[in-house]
């Protein structure tokens, strides 16, 4: 199974941003471990600040990949076009966030994306994405 992890904007800061919300191991870090943990699968990651960027991947992730896992950071609660891309391709999407976006300021509350994705997974710390692999391998 070839599975994208998709990140938005700042999440290549994990491990030294707000630590207190977001932990203090970085992103890769976590992300190679997914890789040993599920090496049944392959597995490749790919993070951008920018949300045209972002759009190109999961469209590119059509004829790749058989799902996402996908972290749209902030653009999950302004984004629809984000969300209308998540919708027009055929593959699963799985959305997470790392914080739990439920009890964060109320402009955090609302996902977007979340509304196309075949499933949300918040709150969970890094290990919310472990979460989604798992959840697209037995799917």
Known sequence: MRILILNGPNLNLIGRREPEIYGNQSLDEF???LKQRFHDCEIDSFQSN???VLIDK??????????VVMNPGGYAHTSIALMDTVKAIKIPVVEVHISNIFEREAFRQHSYTAEA???SIAGHGLEGYAEAVEYLVKR
């Open 50 to 52: 920018h949300e045209g």
């Open 117 to 119: 994705a075949v499933k």
């Open 58 to 67: 999961l469209q590119e992730a059509m004829d790749k990949y058989d799902g």
């Open 31 to 33: 992300i190679d471990t």
